[in-house]
């Protein structure tokens, strides 16, 4: 009797500790894959996804996103610049407007400041490729207008942006 009692419980105490163990994993097994996901989307500090991303035209994405605190394009901004420079090129009679945006940290002042210098390196890049700067107008919306307003580094760095909008 006392036996039987014993390989009961023992057995219970094995079988809840195997499915409270099996539990455990699957939770790690799941955060480590949005952490892969998370990963995949943000490269160092800036927004690497396709999630966001519009089109200015068939093949030239609209937008390029930055590092924190930063105005400085990266290699995957000029490469979108380049698109997007030849066709303005092509398309002599139309002219845009570029959105500098923040993320929600900092003050209004310094987003605004900070987004109005990433659409400046951003219309820099288009004039140095051949684009008027008769054509291109320059905005900040600072923090104002988000993509993302979730207050994650992934949410961030989808909103540390400039956008090529047509204006005609």
């Known amino acids: 009797m006392i036996l039987s009692k ?4 023992t057995f219970l105490v094995v079988l ?3 499915v409270l163990s099996a539990c455990a994993t699957q939770k790690t097994t799941t955060t480590a894959t949005a952490i892969k996901k ?5 490269q160092g500090d800036v927004y690497a996804g396709k999630d966001t991303v519009k089109y200015l035209a068939e093949g030239v994405p609209d937008r390029v996103f930055f590092a ?3 105005s400085v394009l990266t290699t995957a901004s000029r490469d979108t610049l380049r698109k997007q420079a030849a066709w303005l090129r092509k398309n002599s009679d139309v002219t845009v407007v570029l959105e500098g945006h923040c993320d929600e940290r900092g ?5 605004l400041a900070l987004g109005e210098r990433r659409a400046n390196a951003a219309k820099d890049y288009l004039m140095t490729y051949g684009v008027s700067s008769d054509r291109i107008s320059v905005i900040s919306y600072g923090k104002e207008r988000p993509v993302d307003s979730g207050s994650t580094p992934l949410a961030w760095s989808k ?5 090529t909008v047509k204006a005609n």
């Open 6 to 9: 014993i390989c009961r419980s």
């Open 16 to 18: 809840l500790s195997m």
């Open 38 to 42: 998370i990963d995949a989307q943000i």
């Open 68 to 70: 924190t605190n930063e």
């Open 107 to 111: 003050t209004r002042e310094y987003n």
């Open 159 to 163: 909103n540390r942006r400039s956008v």
